[in-house]
């Protein structure tokens, strides 16, 4: 955590929001606790993507590249640039991977990210591997990487980022407090609990970062990340939406049945083959864990105010790729999940064994909702390769 100091804003900031105005619980306890915090360390982890080049991140961060990154030393870049080859042959993103794994010891500063390096078996793997999050493949990826990523991060510390970052990030406490302004009414762990069917945590902590836009990231625990120049209805869609990863077992049965049935769809096959692999969700098991979270957040904002039209939300948003949110949106409005709620792993199931899943009835439910005909559904020309 940030010591509070006049360019350093340390934000550990509760706050207790009461349920949405007409729900039928109003009068019990509010469910969801807030918190908004800085951190340099995940600052510098997250200013991998700009420093890799590539447009998908360095569009957001034209001067602070022309300012730091000559300042970097060149076997720093180096490490980078080989960092960020294994991510792309292995279709991952580099630093949402790394803020993952690294959130599970002390990420303030880059000393302490440099001190979990040291020993990478005792201050990471025991929290790793005790979450959904574990497998020994993505432990031996990270494994192979840590001493590329200790070369990359004393770069930056001898560069002077912490310094830097600290000039950029000081409007953060005044941010804090119109969070707090206009979250105070905000109950999102109660929406939440009613579409998965399970009890969840009250935490939310906010890490209101520089360097992460365009992501919105999930860390361990219910701790996210989000952009501090982010708008209160991104900050709403980052807790709504990564609270939910994962909505449930995504190596249960019922996650096996649905994404063998999406795995046979031509239509997503496609857009796996067209879309830029930086947008992230490379493969069939990734679009269904992160296209079932957005019809629930999308559910979820809109009951609290926070909303845009589901067409315009999935027509922009990473080329058009996310048919299957659309899809699923369309099936549980038509059902009245949103209002009615339940467990939404049970209804996946239901769904998928009365065909809902198939490419036809699929295919016609996003229809419905993007408002376009079924074989405009994904068009590769509008996609960035």
Partial sequence: MNRRSATTALMTLPLFASLPAGAAA????????????????????????????????????????????????????????????????????????????????????????????????RTLRPRLEASVYWSAALWGQFESMVERLRLLLQGLKAAGFAAYRRGLIAPA?????????????????????????????????????????????KLQGQRFIAAVQ??????????AHEVLHPPFD?????????????????LLQRILAEKSRDSGYNSIEGIFEEDTVQALDQIILERLGYGQPPAQRWADSDEGMHVFAA???????????????????????????????????????????????????????????
């Fill in 26 to 121: 109003a009068a019990a306890p509010p469910r969801t606790a807030w918190s908004f915090r800085t951190s340099e360390g995940l600052d510098a982890i997250a200013f991998l993507g700009p420093l890799s080049g590539k447009a998908f991140y360095a569009r957001y961060y034209a001067q602070e590249l022309q300012d730091f990154r000559p300042r970097i030393a060149p076997a720093a870049l180096d490490a980078l640039t080989s960092l960020v080859e294994a991510a792309d042959a292995d279709g991952y993103l580099l630093w949402p991977r790394l803020s993952l794994i690294l959130s599970g010891g002390r990420s303030d500063t880059i000393d302490d990210l440099l001190a979990s390096l040291d020993d990478v078996g």
């Fill in 327 to 385: 899809a699923l949106y369309g099936m549980l409005k038509a059902d009245r999940f949103d209002q009615r709620g339940g467990n939404i792993e049970a209804w996946l199931d239901r769904a998928q064994a009365r065909g809902q899943l198939a490419p036809a009835a699929l295919h016609a439910a996003a229809a419905a909702v993007l408002g376009r005909a079924v074989d405009r559904l994904w068009t590769p020309s509008a996609a960035t390769r």
């Fill in 173 to 217: 406490e005044a941010r804090a407090e119109e969070l707090l302004r206009s979250f105070a009414p905000v109950d999102i762990i109660s929406e939440q609990e009613r579409l998965v069917g399970r009890t969840l945590e009250r935490e939310i902590e906010m890490n209101l970062l520089w360097f992460c836009r365009p992501h919105g990231v």
């Fill in 250 to 266: 995504m190596r249960g049965a019922v996650a096996r049945r649905c994404i063998a049935q999406l795995a046979a769809d031509p």
């Fill in 230 to 239: 982010a708008s209160d209805a991104t900050i709403a869609l980052t807790a």
